[in-house]
């Protein structure tokens, strides 16, 4: 929609600097797959400084660097009417589970409203207010929480950012299989190092291709806008009908907040440290469950099935260990879903290697049963405590996230963290 949005309203007017892709909190029960929202924003036409950033039916797309001028009263209206007919005409409005709305505002909120709803659940009356108080022109469908997305989307103002090349189908190829070579998938992967998320070799995962039969063929995501033009360029397909580069808050973490245990509420996505407590273990189906506590209290967290190869890191954890883990909350049990977890003390485990050897006679003493200690068969020296030595441990300090395949659109991936969140994360270490 957004796309054809862009198609229409650039006949009579300016897209000023690049479409927003907007991403909210993942865990909302009611959300629609990605919980997603668009946001563009509109001027004026001003055919100074354009910049390139899509090819819409073979025509370049432009955008312009800043707002030059508003539109008037009439003008909003008029691209008002635009949304409305496109979002009538293509939204899955018979799909029990969407509840779309589109929101048009003269003037940008400030951005408490995004932090609202990329963390945590809004209620419908806060965006009516912020809707009325703007005189904002706005229509909601179904249920209507369609509108707290689009609001949201409006309100962001990026502390963080990342790019994403979207590329279309054309619309007689819609719901078939679609035709992205995974080699050459790889192949821009390893040529274009600012791009992110793209293949799985592990996992034989593509990741740029979504898996609804939506009409996007794929998607690049990354840090630099013209990088990904001409990675997209190495990317073998089937034709590609338009593609538009969106600005996004994807791989930022802006979804999660850092928190004491008791402070953590369901439908939330949070960071918080803990010391292992007990054993990881695995349940049916493969997820490996483990517990944490802080000095407010003890929660669950689990690394489940499709995070793959993750789960063998966290089944290496011990008792003691003192971890940062960040994830999403789900209700029932209070369970953190783990996407990352930083190891910040790792115990040192002792094994025993061997009975204690007689100081007079040099030789092994033998057990007298099950914590009863040893003694010297030949001399009758006693000794309470067995041979030990450390146990080397297979995991070392340091951040480890789940594979590609099982990534979050929100979730920074650790290649984008180098220079920050990993300082962050060292020296909050508060042992209960
Ligand atoms: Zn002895």
């Known amino acids: 929609m957004a796309r054809t949005i862009i198609q229409k309203i650039i006949q009579n007017y300016e897209v000023i600097d690049y479409p927003r892709l907007v991403r909210l909190n993942p865990n909302v029960p009611w959300k629609t797959r990605g919980n997603g929202a668009l946001c563009i924003q509109v001027a004026k036409v001003d055919k100074k400084n354009q910049?390139?950033?899509?090819?819409?039916?073979?025509?370049?797309?432009?955008?312009?660097?800043?707002?030059?001028?508003?539109?008037?009263?009439?003008?909003?209206?008029?691209?008002?009417?635009?949304?409305?007919?496109?979002?009538?005409?293509?939204?899955?409005?018979?799909?029990e589970n969407t509840n779309p709305g589109y929101v048009l505002f003269s003037e940008r909120p400030g951005d408490d409203f995004y932090w609202k709803a990329v963390t945590r659940i809004v209620a419908l009356e806060e965006v009516h207010d912020l809707l009325q108080k703007y005189h904002a022109i706005f229509e909601g469908y179904k249920n209507c929480r369609g509108l707290i997305g689009a609001t949201a989307a409006v309100c962001w103002e990026p502390q963080d950012r990342t790019f994403e090349l979207i590329a279309y189908r054309p619309q007689q190829r819609w719901g078939l299989k679609r035709q992205v070579d995974p080699l050459s998938v790889q192949e821009m992967d390893a040529h274009y190092p600012s791009t992110f998320d793209n293949y799985d070799v592990r996992n034989h995962?593509?990741?740029?291709?979504?898996?609804?039969?939506?009409?996007?063929?794929?998607?690049?995501?990354?840090?630099?806008?013209?990088?990904?033009?001409?990675?997209?360029a190495i990317v073998k397909s089937e034709p590609v009908e338009?593609?538009?580069?969106?600005?996004?808050?994807?791989?930022?973490?802006?979804?999660?907040q850092r928190k004491s245990i008791t402070q953590i509420k369901p439908f939330e996505s949070v960071i918080t440290q803990g010391l292992v407590v007990g054993r990881p273990f695995t349940i049916q189906g493969g997820h490996v469950l483990f517990n944490i506590q802080d000095s407010t209290g003890t929660i669950h967290c689990a690394a489940y099935e499709p995070t793959k190869e993750f789960r063998h890191t966290i089944r290496e954890l011990s008792a003691g260990d003192v971890v940062d883990v960040y994830g999403g909350?789900?209700?029932?049990?209070?369970?953190?879903?783990?996407?990352?977890?930083?190891?910040?003390?790792?115990?040192?485990?002792?094994?025993?290697?061997?009975n204690p050897v007689c100081p007079r006679c040099g030789k092994h003493m033998k057990s007298k049963g099950t914590n009863?200690?040893?003694?010297?068969?030949?001399?009758?020296?006693?000794?309470?405590?067995?041979?030990?030595?450390?146990?080397?441990r297979s995991l070392s300090l340091g951040l480890y996230?789940?594979?590609?395949?099982?990534?979050?659109?929100?979730?920074?991936?650790?290649?984008?963290?180098?220079?920050?969140?990993?300082?962050?994360?060292i020296g909050i270490v508060n042992t209960p």
Request: proline content about 6%.
């Open 401 to 425: 996230e789940v594979p590609v395949c099982a990534r979050r659109h929100l979730s920074k991936p650790l290649k984008r963290m180098k220079h920050d969140r990993v300082s962050t994360a």
């Open 372 to 392: 009863q200690g040893y003694k010297c068969i030949k001399c009758g020296t006693s000794s309470q405590q067995p041979n030990i030595q450390q146990k080397p």
């Open 51 to 95: 910049r390139k950033i899509g090819e819409i039916n073979g025509r370049n797309m432009t955008c312009a660097p800043m707002l030059v001028s508003d539109l008037d009263k009439n003008e909003q209206n008029h691209l008002a009417g635009i949304v409305k007919e496109t979002v009538e005409a293509y939204a899955r409005i018979d799909d």
């Open 329 to 354: 909350v789900r209700e029932h049990p209070l369970t953190i879903n783990l996407e990352k977890i930083y190891i910040n003390k790792l115990t040192s485990l002792m094994v025993k290697v061997e």
């Open 242 to 256: 338009s593609w538009v580069v969106f600005e996004t808050n994807q791989g930022t973490d802006d979804h999660l």
């Open 205 to 232: 995962h593509n990741r740029i291709v979504p898996n609804s039969p939506c009409p996007i063929l794929y998607g690049i995501r990354g840090e630099n806008p013209d990088d990904l033009i001409t990675a997209s």
